[in-house]
């Protein structure tokens, strides 16, 4: 016999969806004002996101694992990063245990800028979770990330 649903956790659940639907909305709303005012692309955000997030874990990404979280072509990426690369938002390096593998970093002007837009927000964020305990706010990102998990489902 198939497990009942329960209303309560349906309702929850529910709520939370659509939560989540409304932070993307206005992320997405408040990201496109800084695409704008920098003349960038939505995937170019996108990129600098990865990029940014290689650059400060000390873990640069390669031109192909961009394309990869991108879902765009090789060649497409290829002209993304060539374009963030001209305007001084990344630049390119060769790895020096494997000269054959190019990594994107952020450049030094790009953090600045963008720590001038974001960092503002994450005080924000930061005062508006005030009232949760560590142990929730950890909860809550795992629950986060496994909801993201369902965007990209195992392939067969």
Same mark, same amino acid.
Do not use: C, Y
């Given at each position: +016999?198939?497990?009942?649903? @329960?209303?309560?956790?349906?309702?929850?659940? %529910?709520?939370?969806?659509?939560?989540?639907?409304?932070?993307?909305?206005?992320?997405?709303?408040?990201?496109?004002?800084?695409?704008?005012?920098?003349?960038?692309?939505?995937?170019?955000? =996108?990129?600098? +996101?990865?990029?940014? %997030?290689? /650059?400060?874990?000390?873990? *640069?990404?390669?031109?192909?694992?961009?394309?990869?979280?991108?879902?765009?072509?090789?060649?497409?990426?290829?002209?993304? $990063?060539?374009?963030?690369?001209?305007?001084?938002?990344?630049?390119?390096?060769?790895? *020096?245990?494997?000269?054959?593998? $190019? /990594?994107? %970093? +952020?450049?030094?002007?790009?953090?600045? $800028?963008?720590?001038?837009?974001?960092?503002?927000?994450?005080?924000?964020? =930061? @005062?508006?979770?005030?009232?949760? /305990?560590? &142990?929730?706010?950890?909860?809550?990102? &795992?629950?986060?990330?496994?909801?993201?998990?369902?965007?990209? *489902?195992? /392939?067969?």
């Amino acid at each position: +016999m198939p497990p009942q649903p @329960e209303p309560q956790r349906d309702a929850v659940m %529910k709520d939370l969806v659509a939560a989540l639907q409304t932070f993307t909305v206005e992320s997405d709303v408040f990201v496109d004002v800084f695409a704008r005012a920098h003349q960038l692309h939505r995937s170019d955000l =996108n990129a600098i +996101m990865w990029i940014s %997030k290689g /650059t400060t874990s000390g873990d *640069p990404i390669t031109v192909g694992e961009l394309a990869t979280r991108l879902r765009l072509s090789p060649a497409a990426t290829t002209a993304l $990063v060539d374009r963030l690369e001209n305007v001084g938002h990344v630049r390119r390096s060769r790895d *020096p245990g494997d000269r054959r593998r $190019v /990594t994107v %970093k +952020m450049s030094d002007t790009a953090f600045r $800028v963008a720590s001038a837009f974001f960092v503002p927000l994450g005080g924000r964020m =930061n @005062e508006a979770a005030e009232e949760f /305990t560590t &142990e929730e706010l950890a909860r809550t990102a &795992e629950i986060v990330r496994r909801l993201t998990i369902a965007f990209n *489902p195992p /392939t067969p």
